[in-house]
């Protein structure tokens, strides 16, 4: 089948998650994607653990292989003459430039959009930075938890009320930025090929973070109201946590059309669960222990799936909590061909989860490629696309700037 963005070319300058995963999505929908790495070391996510097989490897970095899937690996120093040269000769024939460097940085090696727009009117570059490119906060250094912090999350969504504020974990704002940008940029991509013109887009990781309608940014700047973290240890049934006889599971009040306790008194034989003092969200809360104790003396009757067949044919919703290996066997996800089996040429091969969605019926990562070894496509496009001869290379190669 052929890749939707087959005929998109990008090449990625970024040393960020957020900036990795923008360009990996584009990548996994078939353009081609180089990602400029530093010379001798590489990106610095080669050497983030954990590593495959334990020992530190640049090649072996789980971090990397997960957010570089379906990119050229290549080799320059853009700082140095020769390598702008380089850099920008592949600008000329490119579509899209996503870059990560601190705002400016790019203007103090003559790289700005400016200067790449006088090469290439239809050039895109797509700047994925925790705070902008503009505003008193533009030059502040960040991460994913920084992002956390300044969007409102830490105050009023993650931890307990009465102790300091938790991350969540696993780059929730890095892969928010991420897809923003890749939204972003396809739409510049779009109106690119209308106009014939690029354009600068500007992604800020912190804005990112609010940007996503859930309620917490628009109930205060729509009705002024306060949400505070807290509240996740005493959960009434919509988040309560309960054992079953072979695992947990996670209620929710989804499907029971506004009567909670009616619904679920009768679905597990609980006539208690009527009480009055249950009747409300507040007296829930009041009687968290005993109605903790009432649901879950039924819940540990019952097997995971057994439940969920019997809350499914009830028009019920729980939530079976996973652990990791029963979600990569799921024979659900197995059914919709979710994971795809890539070779790396180091460790050999990987199983990777897709997108998230099919496209005819089919995963789009399947038949693509792992991530890519350090330097691995420097031969192919300076030699075979920049048309540099071999000897020219190894040139390069031992001046550093390669």
Same mark, same amino acid.
């Given at each position: *089948?052929p890749k939707i @963005?087959?005929?998109?070319?990008v090449?990625?300058l970024?040393h960020? !998650?957020?900036g990795?995963?923008c360009?990996k999505l @584009?990548a996994?929908q =078939?353009?081609?994607?180089i990602k400029i790495e530093?010379?001798?070391? #590489?990106?610095?996510?080669?050497?983030e653990p954990?590593?495959?097989?334990?020992?530190?490897n640049r090649?072996?970095?789980?971090l990397?292989?997960?957010?570089?899937t379906?990119?050229?690996s290549i080799?320059?120093?853009?700082?140095?003459?020769e390598g702008?040269?380089l850099?920008?000769?592949l600008?000329?024939?490119?579509d899209?430039?996503? +870059?990560?460097?601190?705002p400016g940085? !790019?203007?103090d090696i003559?790289l700005?959009?400016?200067? $790449?727009?006088k090469?290439n009117?239809?050039?895109?570059?797509t700047?994925?930075?925790?705070f902008?490119?503009?505003?008193p906060?533009?030059?502040?250094k960040?991460?994913d938890l920084t992002?956390?912090?300044m969007?409102g999350?830490l105050f009023?969504?993650?931890?307990l009320a009465?102790?300091?504020? *938790?991350?969540?974990a696993l780059?929730?704002?890095d892969?928010?930025a991420?897809?923003?940008?890749a939204t972003?940029t396809l739409a510049? &991509?779009?109106?690119?090929?209308?106009?014939?013109l690029?354009?600068?887009?500007?992604?800020?990781e912190?804005e990112?973070a609010?940007s996503?309608?859930? #309620?917490l940014i628009?109930q205060?700047s729509?009705?002024?109201?306060v949400?505070?973290?807290?509240?996740?240890e005493?959960?009434v049934?919509?988040g *309560?946590? /309960?054992?079953?006889k072979?695992?947990e599971v996670t209620?929710t009040t989804?499907g029971t059309?506004g009567?909670? *306790? +009616?619904?679920?008194?009768?679905?597990?034989?609980?006539p208690?669960?009527?009480?009055s003092?249950?009747?409300?969200r507040?007296?829930?809360s009041?009687?968290?222990?005993? &109605?903790?104790k009432?649901?879950?003396n039924k819940?540990?009757?019952?097997n995971?799936l057994?439940?969920m067949?019997a809350?499914t044919?009830?028009g019920l919703v729980?939530g079976?909590?996973?652990n990791?290996?029963q979600?990569?066997n799921?024979?659900?996800l197995?059914?919709?061909?979710?994971f795809?089996?890539l070779n790396?040429?180091e460790?050999?091969?990987?199983k990777?989860p897709?997108?998230g969605?099919?496209l005819?019926?089919e995963?789009?990562?399947r =038949?693509t490629?792992?991530?890519p070894l $350090? #330097?691995?496509?420097?031969?192919?496009?300076?030699?075979?696309? /920049?048309k !540099?001869?071999?000897d020219? @290379?190894e040139q @390069?190669?031992?001046?550093?700037i390669?």
């Amino acid at each position: *089948m052929p890749k939707i @963005l087959e005929d998109v070319k990008v090449i990625e300058l970024t040393h960020s !998650l957020a900036g990795a995963y923008c360009a990996k999505l @584009l990548a996994d929908q =078939g353009a081609d994607t180089i990602k400029i790495e530093p010379p001798g070391r #590489g990106d610095a996510s080669r050497y983030e653990p954990p590593f495959i097989g334990g020992t530190p490897n640049r090649e072996r970095s789980s971090l990397f292989l997960a957010f570089n899937t379906n990119k050229q690996s290549i080799t320059l120093d853009i700082n140095t003459p020769e390598g702008k040269t380089l850099f920008l000769d592949l600008v000329k024939e490119s579509d899209i430039v996503i +870059e990560s460097f601190p705002p400016g940085h !790019l203007d103090d090696i003559g790289l700005e959009y400016a200067e $790449l727009h006088k090469i290439n009117k239809e050039i895109i570059l797509t700047s994925v930075t925790y705070f902008g490119q503009t505003g008193p906060y533009k030059q502040y250094k960040g991460d994913d938890l920084t992002a956390q912090a300044m969007g409102g999350y830490l105050f009023a969504v993650t931890g307990l009320a009465d102790k300091p504020p *938790m991350g969540t974990a696993l780059y929730q704002m890095d892969i928010t930025a991420a897809r923003n940008g890749a939204t972003a940029t396809l739409a510049a &991509l779009f109106q690119q090929r209308d106009s014939g013109l690029g354009q600068h887009v500007d992604v800020s990781e912190v804005e990112a973070a609010i940007s996503t309608p859930g #309620g917490l940014i628009q109930q205060y700047s729509f009705v002024g109201a306060v949400q505070r973290r807290g509240g996740g240890e005493r959960n009434v049934l919509d988040g *309560m946590h /309960l054992n079953t006889k072979d695992g947990e599971v996670t209620l929710t009040t989804a499907g029971t059309g506004g009567r909670p *306790m +009616e619904t679920w008194a009768e679905f597990l034989g609980e006539p208690q669960l009527l009480d009055s003092k249950f009747s409300s969200r507040q007296g829930r809360s009041q009687n968290w222990e005993e &109605l903790y104790k009432l649901v879950q003396n039924k819940l540990i009757e019952w097997n995971n799936l057994d439940l969920m067949e019997a809350t499914t044919a009830k028009g019920l919703v729980i939530g079976l909590v996973q652990n990791l290996s029963q979600v990569i066997n799921s024979p659900h996800l197995e059914g919709r061909e979710c994971f795809a089996e890539l070779n790396h040429g180091e460790v050999g091969t990987l199983k990777y989860p897709g997108p998230g969605f099919l496209l005819d019926g089919e995963n789009p990562m399947r =038949g693509t490629s792992a991530a890519p070894l $350090l #330097g691995e496509d420097n031969e192919s496009i300076f030699c075979d696309r /920049l048309k !540099l001869s071999k000897d020219r @290379l190894e040139q @390069l190669k031992t001046t550093g700037i390669v």
